[in-house]
């Protein structure tokens, strides 16, 4: 079956720094990838669409500055959550989607970030 | 704007029994798909079942039974002979032909007693 990991699992930075989360689909090809934000027992909150190749679309009120995605390959998508803020501690969960199926999206298992 | 609506946040049933959790959407689209995931404690979110809006017959998987009423946009979920795994967060969630992200609704906590 379609895998799709994510890294690192959990973080702890502390404010003001950066920090970069992987999310990789092993083996497919994705073409689409998104980003979302999980607060505790609620629900995934789309952050924005990333393309290979092209910039990526943010969902309203995401501040594109300070959560920068970069899909250089049809392998990888990476969130840097820049100059980050206790605030910003949350789930982060990215999903790929399979480019020669039936749009069938997979989930990678999150990244737990804690600012400190 | 489409829209998924679970109005239970949480839900209990004893192991061996039987417990619908209820979603509705809206959408003005007449193709989509819409979804039933589960989320345990270790948050790693799994598909649960899948059902194609084309498709008049409910999808089915072991225990898991979806009722869907595409007039009614209603997408319930019935999970058979509960196991103590099945204790949970349920999302469901709908998206479009295009591939386009997925829309959660804010989910059901499902808690199981033995």
């Known amino acids: 079956g379609a895998v799709v990991s994510q890294h690192p699992s959990r973080v702890i930075c502390k404010s003001g720094t950066s920090v970069k989360i992987e999310c990789r689909s092993l083996?497919?090809?994705?073409?689409?990838m998104f980003w979302y934000r999980q607060f505790p027992k609620q629900s995934l909150m789309l952050m924005a669409t990333?393309?290979?190749?092209?910039?990526?679309?943010?969902e309203q009120g995401v501040e594109k500055d300070k959560f920068l995605i970069n899909h250089a390959s049809l392998t990888l998508s990476t969130l840097t959550v820049t100059s980050a803020h206790p605030e910003d501690s949350s789930f982060y969960i990215c999903?790929?989607?399979?480019?020669?199926?039936?749009?069938?999206?997979?989930f990678g298992p999150g990244t737990r970030l804690t600012v400190t | 704007a489409q829209t998924v609506t679970q109005s239970q946040p949480e839900m209990s049933v004893q192991e061996a029994e039987t417990v619908t959790l209820s979603c509705t959407y809206d959408?003005?689209?007449?193709?989509?798909?819409l979804f039933w995931y589960k989320q345990p404690p270790s948050r790693q979110m799994i598909l649960v079942i899948r059902?194609?809006?084309?498709?008049?017959q409910n999808a089915t998987e072991n225990r898991f039974s979806v009722n869907f009423q595409k007039a009614a946009k209603s997408f319930s979920l019935k999970i058979s002979d509960s196991q103590l795994g099945d204790a949970a967060m349920y999302f469901c969630?709908?998206?479009?032909?295009?591939?386009?992200?997925?829309?959660f609704g804010k989910g059901t906590t499902l808690s199981v007693s033995s």
């Open positions: 999903s790929a989607r399979d480019g020669g199926g039936p749009n069938e999206q997979y």
């Open positions: 083996d497919f090809q994705a073409t689409t």
């Open positions: 990333s393309n290979e190749g092209s910039k990526a679309t943010y």
């Open positions: 959408t003005s689209e007449s193709d989509y798909y």
């Open positions: 059902q194609e809006a084309y498709k008049q």
């Open positions: 969630a709908y998206r479009n032909q295009a591939g386009t992200a997925l829309i």
